[in-house]
């Protein structure tokens, strides 16, 4: 007849540790914005301009012109169109520049420190009650 052991207790302890679970998440970082506004800027240039200058000229008959030309008196008048350059500004407007917003999607390592925390369990049995194999 072998000996009965007697009912184990079941009473026991679980033993828990804490794991770190690392992930990311997508979140607003701001705003990027692309605006466009008029600066007015003074220009300065020159252009050359021409415009006529009347002036008399005089001279002399001579002897051998005498005899072609004829010699009347009286009233006379001759006109000469004048003409003068003026400046003119015409301002165009024109396409110079396409812009717009990129991004680059980076991924970069970043180093994650925390703290963990798990149980041990210690058993202190005296030698005499330890099970022997």
Do not use: C, F, W
């Not at 003026?86 to 420190?113: F, G, M, S």
């Not at 925390?117 to 049995?125: F, L, M, Q, Y």
């Amino acid at each position: 007849m072998q000996p009965q052991q007697a009912p184990e207790s079941r009473e026991e302890l679980i033993r828990s540790e804490e794991r770190l679970r690392v992930g990311t998440e997508s979140q607003p970082a701001g705003k990027a914005v692309l605006r466009k506004h008029v600066v007015t800027e003074n220009v300065h240039t020159t252009v050359p301009v021409e415009h006529d200058e009347v002036y008399v000229e005089r001279e002399p008959i001579n002897a051998a012109d005498a005899r072609n030309v004829r010699a009347e008196m009286g009233e006379a008048e001759q006109e000469m169109q004048l003409r003068a350059e003026r400046p003119v500004v015409a301002k165009d407007r024109v396409p110079v520049e396409r812009v717009h917003l990129a991004k680059n999607e980076v991924v970069e390592d970043q180093p994650i420190d925390e703290q963990v925390r798990h149980e041990e369990i210690e058993a202190n049995i005296p030698e005499a009650s330890r099970r022997r194999r």
